[in-house]
């Protein structure tokens, strides 16, 4: 389990603005967060910090009913930082809560994508997503309304994950008519996206990589 932001950077994280996600606090403080991914420095002047999706989470999260001070022998408590459902999770919630949090998490997303891109664009991906290839897409493909599969093989569902190319993710839905969902949904959310078939099983699959122009 991750450990859970401290006090001193939960207060940095909950008084980010509202819309934007900047964050004001020490540079100190500020490294401490893009180090835990919970925030990024913006490339241009005047190089202001912003929450990233995990820290836009965290912000709509009750703080853990954990002290900090708790003994250490005792289990690190769940930070409740989002994490997209890659598929193959055991029995993973699909409630409303569950639309709400997706839900964020892509508009958070987007808004990274406008704060980083020099033209302010939104359709295309952005530097986090080059870092965390796996969780974008199947961010991308949750937030779409996609259904993720479940722990057994057998399940449907699609699964995304990482592959020995650079910049490229696999996914794999046995559905066929679900799969070239699957690729209308990540071409529109600006990855390039071409279909497979493995030459040993001869299941078709997609290689996913995000658009740089």
Not at 43 to 69: I, N, Q, S, W
Not at 174 to 181: C, F, G, H, I
């Amino acid at each position: 389990m991750t450990r859970p932001p401290t006090a001193a950077q939960r207060r940095i994280i909950d008084a980010a603005e509202p819309v934007t996600g900047r964050l004001t606090g020490t540079q100190a403080q500020l490294a401490a967060l893009v180090k835990r991914g919970l925030a990024f420095r913006h490339p241009r002047p005047p190089h202001d910090h912003f929450l990233t999706p995990a820290g836009h989470r965290v912000r709509e999260t009750p703080p853990a009913e954990v002290a900090e001070t708790a003994p250490k022998d005792t289990a690190p408590a769940e930070t409740g930082v989002f994490a997209a459902r890659i598929g193959g999770e055991e029995a993973a919630e699909t409630g409303p809560a569950r639309i709400r949090e997706v839900h964020s998490a892509w508009q958070g997303l987007l808004e990274l994508r406008r704060m980083t891109d020099p033209g302010g664009a939104r359709d295309r991906p952005c530097g986090w997503e080059r870092t965390h290839l796996v969780q974008a897409a199947a961010l991308a493909l949750e937030a779409a309304g996609h259904r993720p599969a479940g722990a057994h093989a057998a399940d449907g569902g699609y699964r995304v994950r990482a592959t020995p190319q650079p910049e490229a993710v696999a996914v794999r839905e046995p559905d066929a008519e679900a799969l070239r969902a699957c690729a209308a949904t990540l071409e529109k959310a600006g990855w390039q996206v071409g279909a497979h078939t493995d030459p040993r099983t001869r299941e078709r699959y997609l290689l996913a990589s995000p658009r740089r122009t």
